[in-house]
C-alpha cells in the first residue's frame, strides 16, 4: 500500500482539521478557512466539502492548502503526526527524482506528446518505454475525467447526498497527480521500477476508463 493510501485509510479529514487547529462541531461543519467564512460552511467527514467557496477534497488535500505543503510533504506530514509507518513494499519511495523547472501542466502536455511522438519513431522502445507513454496517457485521461467529476457531481446544499463520481474524484485525485509527477520527473533508467510500483494501477484505471469510453 503506498504512502498516500495509508494515510487516507487511517486518517480523516475531520481528524485533520482538528489536529491543525480548526473547530469543527458535532455536525462535522466548520468555519472554512479558504474564504471569509462567519458561519460554519465546511464539512468534514472523511473528505471536505465548502459550501461556500466549493473548496473539495480528501484528508491529503486539504494538509496541503492548511500547511501549504506538496501533496507529498503533507502525506509525510500526516503519517508523522499520527504515528503511521512507512508501507511495506513502497520502492518507488528510494527512486532519485530529477527537479525541473517546467510547471506539472507543462510536464504532462509535453509527456503525452512524447508518448504519440513515440508511435512514429523508427526506433522500436523498449518495453519499460512503451509502457511509461502508455501508463502517462492513460493517468492524464482519468485525472482529466475525476476533475470532471468534482465539478460536475459537487453537491448544491448541505442536504444532498454526495455522489458517488465525486467521492471518487476526492478520493483519487491527489494520488493520480502523485503518480504523474512520479512519471513525468522519470527518466528512461527509471520505467521499470514505476511499472513495477504502479502497473496493476494503471490497468485497473484503464478498464475503469473503457466505462466511460
Known amino acids: 500500500m503506498s504512502l498516500f493510501k495509508e494515510v487516507k485509510a487511517v486518517v480523516s479529514a475531520r481528524q485533520a482539521a482538528e489536529r491543525y487547529g480548526l ?12 474564504h471569509d467564512d462567519r458561519n460554519p460552511s465546511m464539512k468534514l467527514d472523511d473528505r471536505f466539502y465548502c459550501f461556500g467557496c466549493g473548496a473539495t477534497g480528501d484528508v491529503v488535500d486539504l494538509t496541503v492548502r492548511l500547511l501549504g505543503l ?17 508501507p511495506e513494499n513502497d520502492n518507488h519511495q528510494d527512486v532519485v527524482r530529477v527537479k525541473s523547472t ?9 509527456k503525452v506528446v512524447w508518448a504519440k511522438n513515440a508511435q512514429t519513431k523508427s526506433v522500436k ?8 507513454d502508455r501508463a502517462t496517457l492513460v493517468l492524464c485521461d482519468y485525472h482529466s475525467l475525476l476533475r470532471f467529476w468534482e465539478t460536475n457531481y ?7 447526498d454526495w ?4 467521492c471518487e474524484a476526492l478520493d483519487r485525485k491527489t494520488f493520480i497527480e502523485y503518480v504523474l509527477d512520479e512519471m513525468l520527473a522519470a527518466g528512461k533508467s527509471e520505467y521499470e521500477e514505476l511499472r513495477h510500483c504502479y502497473g496493476k494501477e494503471v490497468e485497473r484505471i484503464e478498464k475503469r476508463l473503457e466505462r466511460y469510453a
Open 125 to 132: 522502445p523498449d518495453r519499460d518505454e512503451v509502457w511509461a
Open 154 to 160: 459537487a453537491p448544491k446544499s448541505m442536504d444532498d
Open 163 to 166: 455522489h458517488p463520481l465525486f
Open 23 to 34: 473547530n469543527v462541531n458535532r455536525a462535522g461543519m466548520a468555519c472554512c478557512p479558504f
Open 102 to 110: 517546467k510547471t506539472k501542466h507543462e510536464r504532462s502536455e509535453q
Open 70 to 86: 506538496t501533496s507529498k510533504e503533507a502525506a509525510l506530514q500526516l503519517a508523522s503526526d499520527f504515528g503511521i509507518g512507512p
